[in-house]
C-alpha cells in the first residue's frame, strides 16, 4: 500500500516562500509521476502540478507558473514544491497525490496525502 504524507504548510504573508514535502513510500517500484493539487474553502480541488517520479517532465497550472517549482529527493522519496510569491488566492489545502496517469484530472490519481493548509495573508 501507498503511503503519502504531505507537510510544511502554515501561515505566511503576501509575497512570502513556502516549501511543502511530500513523502511517498510503500512501494516497491515507482508510480509514473507525483502531482500536487489544493482546494480552497468552498471550491473544488484544483490542479496545481504533476511531474514524472524521476522529476524529468512537469506540467504546471497557468496559475502558478513561474512562481511554483518542485524537486525531488531521491534518497528518501521525498518531493518538494516550492512556493514563491505566495499570493492570498494561493490560500488552500494541498494534496499530493501518486498514479500510474499524468493528468490534470484529480480524478487519475491513485492515491493521496491527507492535505496540509496553507494561508496566505494580504
Known amino acids: 500500500q501507498v503511503h503519502v504524507v504531505e507537510s510544511g504548510g502554515e501561515l505566511v504573508q503576501a509575497g512570502g516562500s513556502l516549501r511543502l514535502s511530500c513523502v511517498v513510500s510503500g512501494r516497491s517500484f515507482g508510480p509514473l509521476g507525483v502531482g500536487w493539487f489544493r482546494q480552497a474553502p468552498g471550491k473544488e480541488r484544483e490542479f496545481v502540478l504533476h511531474?514524472?517520479?524521476?522529476?524529468?517532465?512537469?506540467d504546471y497550472a497557468d496559475s502558478v507558473k513561474g512562481r511554483f517549482t518542485v524537486s525531488r529527493d531521491n534518497a528518501t522519496n521525498t518531493f518538494y514544491l516550492q512556493m514563491n510569491s505566495l499570493k492570498p488566492e494561493d490560500t488552500a489545502v494541498y494534496y499530493c497525490?501518486?498514479?500510474?496517469?499524468?493528468?490534470?484530472?484529480?480524478?487519475?490519481?491513485?492515491?493521496w496525502g491527507q492535505g496540509t493548509q496553507v494561508t496566505v495573508s494580504s
Open positions: 511531474m514524472t517520479w524521476t522529476a524529468d517532465i512537469r
Open positions: 497525490a501518486v498514479g500510474r496517469i499524468l493528468s490534470r484530472d484529480r480524478k487519475s490519481w491513485d492515491d
